[in-house]
């Protein structure tokens, strides 16, 4: 299997499995990626991008994907940033959810239906959308679990795009 990554975060790799890493910041697509990839994984990552470049960053990964082809992604939970923020009882996990690192800032915070509204726009079938949790490593140097949104979605037909820039 081939897979592609955007951001990090730990892959289970099986004997003859290749792992590309990609940095989204510098990442504008590339012909000759178009159909190379079996999976792509994009984590925490798509949050750093400027709004103006999310969709044509998912055009893209759609392109590199083969028919069938799996995308994953995992967003800072937006929901989980809110209610901290309402209840009046934000951390620094809901501050990092909501602005990510000094190295890394953020510049989007997505729910889970946004995310999801996002992909189809970009032409992907949602299979599974969820929260989960991973964890982040902070700056003091202890590990904390982060709620994020995690879709996992399929290039099923190109045909049926709807491809937009905005």
Known sequence: M??????????????????????????????????????VIVSLDLSRLPMSRVMPFLNNIFEMLVPMGELTVYTPCAEFAAKQIFTNSPDALTFLSLYGGDEQPYRACYSLLNLRNL?????????????????VNMTTGEQMQMPVNVVIAAKVDNDKRTISES
């Open 2 to 39: 081939r897979t592609a990554m955007f951001g990090k975060t730990n892959v289970e790799l099986h004997e003859g499995d290749e792992l590309k890493e990609y940095d989204i910041m510098n990442y504008a697509g590339n012909p000759k990626l178009d159909g190379l990839f079996d999976r």
């Open 119 to 135: 992909l189809e726009r970009a032409g992907f079938v949602a299979r599974l959308a969820n929260v989960g949790v991973i964890n």
